[in-house]
C-alpha cells in the first residue's frame, strides 16, 4: 500500500486545514485509516481513526470537537479536517492503514505509513 499525504501548510491560530490522503495498491476498502502526528522532540501520538467503512471513528481526547476524521472509499481517500487549530497542533501529521476493520489507536497495529504533512499553526 502506498500512502501520499497532503494538504498541510501554515495557518493562524483559529483557522482550519483539510488533510488528505490517498491510497494506492491494496483494496482500500479493506484498511482501517488512522492519523498520527509528531511534534518536535515528541512522540508519535493517535489523532484519529476510522474504520473500513466509516462507520466507527475514535480520536484523541485533545482534538475532539476540533478535528473530523472521513473517507471516500470511491476515491479511495482519507481526510482529516482540522478546525480550530491551536499552535500545539503544529506537527508532522501521518496518515496510516491497517489491514483490518477496526479503528486502531496504536502506532504498531498499523501496517503502512504515509511520507507525512508539515502543519504549522502560528500565534
Known amino acids: 500500500v502506498q500512502l501520499q499525504a497532503s494538504g498541510g501548510g501554515l495557518v493562524q491560530a483559529g483557522g482550519s486545514l483539510r488533510l488528505s490522503c490517498a491510497a494506492s495498491?491494496?483494496?482500500?476498502?479493506?484498511?482501517?485509516m488512522g492519523w498520527f502526528r509528531q511534534a518536535p522532540g515528541k512522540e508519535r501520538e493517535f489523532v484519529a481513526a476510522?474504520?473500513?467503512?466509516?462507520?466507527?471513528?475514535r480520536y484523541v481526547d485533545s482534538v475532539k470537537g476540533r478535528f473530523t476524521i472521513s473517507r471516500d472509499n470511491t476515491k479511495n481517500t482519507v481526510y482529516l479536517q482540522m478546525n480550530s487549530l491551536k499552535p500545539e497542533d503544529t506537527a508532522v501529521y501521518y496518515c496510516a492503514a491497517a489491514q483490518t476493520y477496526l479503528t486502531m489507536t496504536t502506532a504498531g497495529q498499523y501496517h503502512y505509513w504515509g511520507q507525512g504533512t508539515m502543519v504549522t499553526v502560528s500565534s
Open positions: 476510522i474504520s473500513t467503512r466509516g462507520i466507527s471513528t
Open positions: 495498491g491494496r483494496t482500500f476498502t479493506n484498511l482501517g
